[in-house]
Nanobody, 126 residues
Framework: QVHLVESGGGLVQAGGSLRLSCAAS????????MGWFRQVPGKEREFVAA????????YLGDSVKDRFTISRDNAKNTVYLQMNSLRPEDTAVYYC???????????????????WGRGTQVTVSS
């Protein structure tokens, strides 16, 4: 069982930056691949980024490539999402998710994940 808590959301102007954090409970955090997704009301949850348990492989959604990066610190049981050059269309609730035994392109699918945080709101003003 993994408990996930996101933080770092808030209001930022377009062009600004935010860093989201996802703190995980449990001693086996390093065995989980982690993902970030986002959702706006009335739309499906959208893949943002994912990182393998080892941190060696990362994946980014097309809409955030070259602007966002994902990283993890297994010693701190935390995964990060660094968001730069933010745009109004990045406004959403951002969710952290965890899964084991899933690899590669399957990490972009929300249904692949077993555990989810409650989300943190990111609002980008124009």
């Amino acid at each position: 069982q993994v408990h996930l808590v996101e933080s770092g959301g808030g209001l930022v102007q377009a062009g600004g930056s935010l860093r989201l954090s996802c703190a995980a409970s449990g001693r086996t955090f390093s065995s989980y691949s982690m993902g970030w997704f986002r959702q706006v009301p009335g739309k499906e949850r959208e893949f943002v980024a994912a990182i393998r348990w080892s941190g060696v492989s990362t994946y980014l959604g097309d809409s955030v490539k070259d602007r966002f990066t994902i990283s993890r610190d297994n010693a701190k049981n935390t995964v990060y999402l660094q968001m730069n050059s933010l745009r109004p269309e990045d406004t959403a609730v951002y969710y952290c998710a965890a899964v084991t035994g899933v690899y590669g392109s399957n990490l972009v699918h929300s249904h692949s994940y077993d555990y989810w945080g409650r989300g943190t709101q990111v609002t980008v003003s124009s």
